[in-house]
Structures are given as structure tokens and as C-alpha cells.
């Protein structure tokens, strides 16, 4: 069955990086579409960046010029490289899958569990 497993998360100070991973098994990787969302606390889950099959990327106008969603095949693992963190990006990230482009809609079929994103001031 697909599993995803994301990693990577912690707590850094504002203007800081991370890099999470989102290690994917269970069916054919590049045959995917693939997102990465992130629930704040009393928020609604909200989409941070999407990526096609073909390396089209998208990205929510909050995290434009800061993020950046990649991915690599051969390897079966999404990333998303975050720079210039604020304290407002703090939220648990989840990485998702779907055989449709939901692009940054919340609406794929497969979760992981989240990694947790802290940025203190």
C-alpha cells in the first residue's frame, strides 16, 4: 500500500532553513503527483507547493522566493527546502500523493503522518 513518511522537521530560529524529505513506497513514484501542506494551530490546512510528474512546480504566494519543492525519481522522495523562515510558517507539514493533479488543493488521497516546523522569533 502507499506509505509516506516525512523527516526532517524541527525547530530553528526566524530566518533559518530546513529541509524536509518525504520518503514514498507502495506504488510507482513518477506515475504521482505530489504536494506538501502544512496545518498551523487553529488553522484550516493549507497547500505550500505542488510538483507534476514533468517537474512543474506550484507554490502558495506565502512561501513564493522562500521554498522550494523538488523531488527525485530514482529515489522515490519529495523535498521541500524552506530558507528565510518566519515565525508564521510554524505548523505541522505533511506530504501527499494522488494519481490526480490536485495541484494545492487538499484533496489528494494519501497523508503522511507530518513533521513538525517550529520558528521561533
Known amino acids: 500500500q502507499v506509505q509516506l513518511v516525512e523527516s526532517g522537521g524541527g525547530s530553528v530560529q526566524a530566518g533559518g532553513s530546513l529541509r524536509l524529505s518525504c520518503a514514498a513506497s507502495g506504488y510507482t513514484y513518477s506515475t504521482y503527483y505530489m504536494g506538501w501542506f502544512r496545518r498551523a494551530l487553529g488553522k484550516e490546512r493549507e497547500g505550500v507547493a505542488a510538483?507534476?510528474?514533468?517537474?512543474?512546480?506550484s507554490y502558495a504566494n506565502s512561501v513564493k522566493g522562500r521554498f522550494t519543492i523538488s523531488q527525485d525519481n530514482a529515489k522515490n522522495t519529495l523535498y521541500l527546502q524552506m530558507n528565510s523562515l518566519k515565525p508564521e510558517d510554524t505548523a505541522m507539514y505533511y506530504c501527499?500523493?494522488?494519481?490526480?493533479?490536485?495541484?494545492?488543493?487538499?484533496?489528494?488521497?494519501?497523508w503522511g503522518q507530518g513533521t513538525q516546523v517550529t520558528v521561533s522569533s
Open positions: 501527499a500523493a494522488d494519481q490526480i493533479n490536485w495541484w494545492l488543493l487538499p484533496r489528494y488521497k494519501y
Open positions: 510538483i507534476d510528474s514533468g517537474g512543474t512546480t
